[in-house]
């Protein structure tokens, strides 16, 4: 089963400074997805940015990108330019490539708290 | 184009009685999915439909819970009896055929005194 694990229960950020979220994930599968949801406390999921296991290249949605690395299965998101809207909770998710049988269920991490201060 | 809707937004029950909750998917897609989210945790897969059929139910508690989808368009998830454990948020997602994205709802918290 695949595992995704978020070690960083809450982050702290001051406005317009950078900020990394870290997220590791477990899985034998070779082709995948991975993403990173915001939470506001509305509740509404939103994804920020997604990454196909297959490609090389780091995904970059204006100011979020992630750092993938496959070996390390490791998927971490920066944030820069750091925005009050940006304050949320976030969610690393994993996702197999293959959309057959369960393969389109999203395995969420815990969440990290996102704290935007002045 | 209107996103995922769900209500009722919040609902306060007593143990041991039913509740509902119905969502609308985004028009046209055809994988509509049912996530629990307990405090402090990230949302996990009770149920997935593809269309009005029901592919991926192994997480769904099936002795008080269920689920429809009829005419592969809105569905409706039911608790019969509820119990404490069963305070969450419920959300509901779409995505397109064999899409990627999902689209979140806003959910509905579950409140089970």
């Known amino acids: 089963a695949q595992t995704v694990t978020q070690s960083q229960p809450e982050m702290s950020v001051q406005e317009a400074e950078t900020v990394t979220l870290s997220c590791t994930y477990d899985t034998s599968e070779s082709d995948y997805y991975l993403f990173w949801y915001k939470q506001p406390p509305s509740r509404q999921m939103i994804l920020v940015i997604r990454q196909e296991a297959y490609k090389q290249q780091n995904a970059t949605e204006n100011r979020f990108s992630v750092n993938f690395q496959k070996a390390a299965k490791s998927f971490s998101l920066k944030i820069s330019d750091s925005q009050l809207g940006d304050a949320a909770m976030y969610f690393c998710a994993y996702r197999r490539q293959l959309n057959t049988g369960t393969a389109s269920k999203l395995t969420f991490g815990t969440g990290t708290r996102l704290q935007v201060t002045l | 184009e209107a996103g995922v809707v769900q209500s009722p937004r919040y609902k306060i029950i007593e143990k041991k009685q039913p509740v509902a909750f119905w969502c609308n998917p985004i028009?046209?897609?055809?994988?509509l999915y049912w996530y629990r989210q307990n405090l402090g945790q990230g949302p996990e897969l009770l149920i997935r439909?593809?269309?009005?059929?029901?592919?991926?139910d192994s997480q769904l508690p099936k002795d008080r819970f269920s689920a429809e989808r009829l005419k592969g368009v809105d569905s409706t998830l039911k608790i019969q009896p509820a119990e404490l454990g069963d305070s969450a948020v419920y959300l509901c997602a779409s995505s397109a055929d064999r899409g990627y994205e999902q689209y979140f709802g806003p959910g509905t918290r579950l409140t089970v005194t």
């Open positions: 028009s046209g897609h055809n994988t």
């Open positions: 439909y593809e269309n009005e059929e029901a592919v991926d």
